[in-house]
């Protein structure tokens, strides 16, 4: 039977996984955006579950840290690559990055 | 043009399982498989920081060691993030010519007297979450989300309406965090001899310090960026 | 089994599969909601994981800003999309080639 | 098992009850309109019991007061929420010309949904 | 059995309710559906905060519950004021899954 830390270590690594085949294969900058997310998610699920040290132990306070100022500047980012998206649709009338092979 | 084949065109974005996605997806998989492998074989007693961060804990004058973490330890790291939240405000601002969304007036007096009532008790909330965070769960981060939630309330339901651009107390809101922690900075190495090396005894009053004036940057960080621009008065549809 | 692994594994798989959801229905609109809903469960799995510190973090901004903010450019797209149409503008020159294709 | 416990459970299971009747509302009932009473309704009563079963199992007056404070401000939140989708959705409803009643007993909803439970 | 376990099981049980609700945002069909659904997790999620900290006995989650309370009622005003324009799918066209949204 696998450990909480490691149920949720594996559950991260999914989420990683999701998002980066859905950042690259997708063309919609909102749903990029969406993708960036839910790889951060995966990303401080990993840390998370790594500083997890049992119901009755302290967790490691570290990685914690890292993990709440990375939330902060991930949506900071999220606004910012949000106020691109609606630029790049005000300038060229699509919020999508068409590729040649994509039509 | 037909409407039929608009509607198809403008419709939602496509997301069929053609051949190169499909190969995008069989190699995310492998990496997958590697980045499992890799978890699953992870040595378990690697040296973790958390025995040395919780015992410098009472030198460092808070009690909650993700506090301590954030402002003690690694108080250059947290000094520099204050700043990257004022570079993406700046990038903001340097892309976005115009707001967004704009100040709506509510229309209906029971969102008016909802938004009245709620944005005093956020702000309490904010300034507890702020005071928790030297012993308890909590601090800086918390508490500005917390107010970034009432900035976005505040525009969305036009408490108050600004004329054309951003006030000055507004900049200087945004500044705030990244102008405590310089000080304090500052005024330490002259003080201690060392860059955000707090004396002991004042310890936890230069943290509430930093802390608030942070809390109230990334609230300010958080409203503006939900702004996206500079903010109008009422737009037409 | 303990009934908390049981919890456990109920939101792993909750959040995977609003995950994957959101990542890959052709509604945006829909994917913006489920991405808000995988936010909230997030949290939950923070609190799990011992992490309140980060769970209040990401019950604040996880569901409650980003959503707000995926919400507002959403409809700006929207907004934008339409007053194109509006000007009797052709429709761009990439949906024609996708039409096309299709 | 003493009496204190005894009343948490049996709060607890009730707002599980309650809880369970309000996604089954959210799944089962036609419209926004009607689905509104498990937002307002079923799942605030849940939050209040289970709000009550954890009461019993705390003496410090403290998180009571925080816990009381919790729902209070969850039942404000939500109505004034459900009020505001509806009134939306009511104008919206207008903007496209969707008459009200016509779209709460449009074929193959509601008439499913009575077949479906038989009444 | 014990009262830990006992709330534990309850928060499951809160859980598998919200999993059931996904059910609700995919299908809509109106955007209103959609947040109404999120408004409801928000609650459920909130009890299963609370019973938590009353099987581990950590009273910071009852925080976590406050927040998760405080920002619900922000995102609900967000989408009443900016929220997306043609979440309604055109009378007579409301197959499920084939909503037509003007996106580009």
Not at chain 1, 12 to 33: E, T
Request: aromatic letters at 8%; charged letters at 15%.
């Amino acid at each position: 039977m696998i450990g909480t830390s490691t149920l949720y270590t594996l559950a991260g690594i999914l989420l990683f996984g999701m998002g980066l085949y859905a950042l690259i294969a997708y063309p919609h900058l909102l749903r990029k955006i969406l993708a960036l997310n839910v790889m951060g998610v995966g990303i401080f699920m990993v840390l998370i579950s790594i500083a997890y040290q049992g119901p009755t132990q302290r967790a490691d306070p570290v990685p914690h840290a890292l993990v709440i100022t990375g939330i902060v500047v991930a949506v900071c980012a999220t606004g910012l690559a949000l106020t691109l998206a609606t630029r790049i649709q005000a300038l060229t009338g699509s919020a999508r990055l068409e590729t040649d092979e994509e039509a | 043009m037909q409407t039929s084949d608009i509607d198809r065109a403008l419709q939602t974005d496509d997301t069929r399982l053609t051949r190169p996605r499909l190969f995008v997806l069989a190699l995310t998989t492998a990496l997958i498989a590697a980045l499992a492998t890799a978890a699953l074989t992870f040595p378990d007693n690697v040296g973790r920081l958390a025995p040395l961060a919780l015992d410098s804990l009472p030198r460092s004058g808070v009690l909650n060691p993700v506090t301590a973490v954030l402002l003690n330890y690694r108080g250059y790291d947290t000094l520099l993030e204050v700043a990257v939240l004022l570079l993406a405000i700046v990038g903001v601002w340097a892309i976005a010519p115009t707001a967004r969304v704009w100040f709506k007036t509510p229309d209906t007096p029971v969102l008016a007297t909802f938004v009245r009532l709620l944005l005093p008790l956020m702000i309490v909330v904010a300034g507890y979450m702020l005071w928790l965070g030297a012993d308890e769960p909590g601090g800086a981060f918390q508490g500005g989300a917390v107010l970034g939630g009432v900035g976005v309330l505040w525009v969305a339901a036009a408490v108050w309406l600004p004329r054309r651009g951003h006030p000055f107390w507004l900049r200087l809101l945004l500044g705030a965090g990244v102008a405590a922690f310089v000080i304090a900075a500052v005024g330490l190495l002259f003080l201690t001899g060392g860059l955000l090396q707090y004396p002991p005894e004042q310890a936890k009053t230069v943290i509430l310090v930093i802390e608030g004036a942070a809390m109230f940057s990334i609230g300010a960080t958080l409203a503006v960026l939900f702004i996206g621009g500079y903010p109008r008065r009422e737009e037409e549809k | 089994m303990m009934i908390v692994e049981w919890f456990d594994a109920t939101l792993v798989i909750i959040l995977l599969a609003c995950a994957w959801l959101a990542l890959t229905t052709p509604n945006l609109l829909r994917a913006v909601m489920l991405f808000i809903a995988f936010g909230l469960l997030v949290a939950l799995a923070w609190v799990r994981l011992q992490a309140p510190d980060v769970a209040l973090a990401e019950a604040a901004v996880g569901s409650g800003l980003t959503g707000a903010l995926l919400l507002s450019t959403l409809s700006a797209m929207q907004r934008a999309a339409q007053k194109r149409r509006a000007q009797g503008e052709a429709a761009p020159k990439s949906t024609k080639e996708e039409s096309d294709a299709n | 098992m003493s009496w204190n416990d005894l009343v948490s459970l049996t709060c607890l299971a009730l707002g599980g009850f309650f809880f369970l009747a309000g996604t089954v509302g959210l799944l089962r009932l036609p419209d926004v309109f009607t689905r509104l009473h498990a937002l307002t309704k079923a799942d605030n009563l849940g939050l209040g019991l289970i709000v009550l079963s954890a009461l019993f199992q705390i003496e410090d007056w403290l998180v009571w007061l925080k816990l009381v404070f919790i729902w209070a401000l969850v039942l404000f939140a939500s109505a004034t929420v459900a009020h505001l989708i509806a009134r939306r959705a009511l104008r919206q409803m207008e903007k496209e010309r969707i008459p009200v009643v016509e779209n709460r007993a449009k074929p193959g909803v509601a008439e499913k949904h009575f077949a479906d439970s038989r009444l | 059995m014990a009262m830990d376990s006992v709330y534990h099981a309850a928060a499951l049980f809160l859980l598998l309710t919200i999993g059931a609700g996904l059910i609700r945002i995919w299908r809509g069909p109106t955007t209103a559906d959609r947040l109404l659904a999120i408004q409801l997790f928000g609650t459920t999620g909130t009890a299963i905060l609370i019973l938590l900290s009353v099987a581990v006995g950590n009273v910071a989650f009852q925080n976590v519950a406050l927040i998760f309370a405080l920002l619900a009622g922000v995102l609900g005003v967000v989408f009443t004021q900016y929220g997306a324009q043609y979440d309604q799918p055109r009378h007579g066209a409301a197959t499920e899954g084939k909503e037509h949204h003007e996106l580009e």
